[in-house]
Structures are given as C-alpha cells and as structure tokens.
C-alpha cells in the first residue's frame, strides 16, 4: 500500500471518486504517474488509494472526460501530456448580460424542494438521498426571450427562493454564500426545439436551440449546482475559455 495515499474522508461532503480523482492528479504532479504511462489496473489503484474498484473507476472516468487520462484500444489507460490548467471566474447568463450593457429579466416558471431524482443524480454526481431545489427559469433581455434554464442546486449548499432569483443572478446568490465556483465540467450542443421550448422562446418549431450542461464545483471541490440550459442560437453563441463557458449576446 502507498504510505502516502492519504485515506478518504467518508464523512466529507466531497464525493469519493472526486477525492480519488484528485489524489490522481497529485499522483500525476508528483512525476509518479509520468505523461504516456499506462495507468495501474483497478485493483492495484483500489488498494493505493483505499476505495473501491468502482470508485476507481468512475475516477478514472471523470480524468478522460477532464482530458487528463485518455483510453486507447488495447493500451488500456494512459496519462496524456499536462495541459494549461487554470481557475475560471465562473459567470452566470444574468451575469454576462448585466455586463455587455443588457437587462436582465427572470420568470421563475418552477421551483421545487424535494430529493433529487435519480436521472439528475446520475448526470450530475449529487449523491442520491440529497435535497436540492430544482429551478426552471426563463431568462429575458428587456423583453426577448433568450434562453430556459433548469438549475439544481443542493439544500445544504444555499437555500433559494423565487424572489431572489428574480433580482439576482444564481452565480451570485452562491459568492454571496460563499459558495464560490471555481471549476466546472460543461458540455455544449445543439438540437431542435420542442413545440413548447418554441412557444416559450419565440421559435417556430425546430428551430436550433444551443444546449449546455454544467456541474460546478467550489475550491473544495464540493458540486455547488448542475444546470441544464437552451439558448436561441439565433441570438447566442459561447465563448469558451479555459473550461469556463459563457454564453455572449450575438451582435
């Protein structure tokens, strides 16, 4: 067993696969697992790391989708070369409006308190059993509907209410917390809107909506909220920068 392989903390609101992600990483820093060597098979890892095979292993996936490890066909898993890493001022869309001269505007269309659902749970990394609010909101420049966002964020992280959101945006109402994201996992795409996306975007049905999911996480690495969101790509674009996606006004 690695004498330094610190053990995990069960009782931290970190989950265990990210603490192990992490003592990866450090691994990686420390020149123990160099670029271009293979990664050490579940087993071995397991024990080193003091988790299990199948913590292990959604560690190990968390580091591909991160772009640190990479799968190769009949190489198993190896570390790619360091890449630029740095910590992103995370915005919200309020925020980016407020800050190219917009209006922001907010219809809180929903928000619940309740369990977490298990697809939720499952895209997202919040461990099933946590409370969250889930919000769906539709975001407005002056009058012009710009995007629907659905946003969950955990009770024990920050506790919302829909006259908040209506003045402030999410990203905020977490620094105002001292909840402060720091890094984020994001995935953008594309597809038809639906009848109902349409009606509430002001699009003819099928119109191109931008999609982008986002799982945020404080310095701790603690997830601090995931969203699902739609944008009028008729309206918008993103601008990614370092990991940090932000969605920019189309001139």
Same mark, same amino acid.
């Given at each position: 067993m690695d004498p330094r392989a610190a053990p995990p903390v069960r009782s931290s609101p970190v989950?265990?696969?990210?603490?192990?992600?992490?003592?990866?990483?450090q691994?990686?820093?420390?020149?123990?697992?160099?670029?271009g060597g293979r990664l050490p098979n579940e087993a071995?890892?397991?024990?080193?790391l003091r988790v299990t095979r199948p913590t292990v292993r959604r560690a190990v996936s968390h580091l591909v989708e991160q772009g640190v490890l990479v799968r190769r066909r009949g190489a198993g898993v190896r570390v790619v070369a360091p890449s630029v890493r740095r910590k992103a001022d995370l915005?919200? #869309?309020?925020? $980016? +409006?407020? *800050?190219?001269? &917009?209006?922001p505007r907010t219809e809180v269309r929903s928000l619940?308190?309740?369990?977490?659902?298990?697809?939720?749970?499952?895209?997202?990394?919040?461990?099933p059993g946590t409370e969250v609010t889930?919000?769906?909101?539709?975001?407005?420049?002056?009058?012009?509907?710009?995007?629907?966002?659905?946003?969950?964020?955990?009770?024990?992280?920050?506790? #919302?209410?829909? $006259? +908040?959101? *209506?003045?402030? &945006?999410?990203y905020q109402l977490l620094r105002d917390a001292g909840c402060v994201p720091v890094t984020a996992t994001q995935v953008v795409g594309a597809r038809a809107a639906t009848a109902a996306e349409a009606a509430l975007l002001d699009e003819p049905r099928g119109a191109p909506l931008l999609t982008m999911t986002r799982t945020a996480r404080d310095e701790a690495g603690r997830l601090v909220e995931f969203g699902a969101h739609v944008y009028r790509a008729s309206r918008y674009s993103f601008e990614l920068d370092l990991g940090a996606g932000r969605a920019m006004p189309v001139e």
């Open positions: 989950p265990l696969y990210f603490q192990a992600a992490l003592h990866l990483q691994m990686i820093a420390d020149g123990e697992l160099p670029p071995e890892l397991a024990t080193r915005t919200s #869309l309020f925020d $980016d +409006l407020a *800050r190219h001269g &917009g209006t619940v308190v309740g369990i977490v659902s298990a697809d939720v749970a499952t895209r997202s990394g919040i461990p889930s919000i769906e909101r539709l975001r407005f420049a002056g009058d012009e509907p710009l995007a629907l966002m659905t946003n969950v964020v955990p009770r024990d992280v920050l506790a #919302l209410d829909a $006259d +908040l959101l *209506r003045e402030h &945006g999410l």
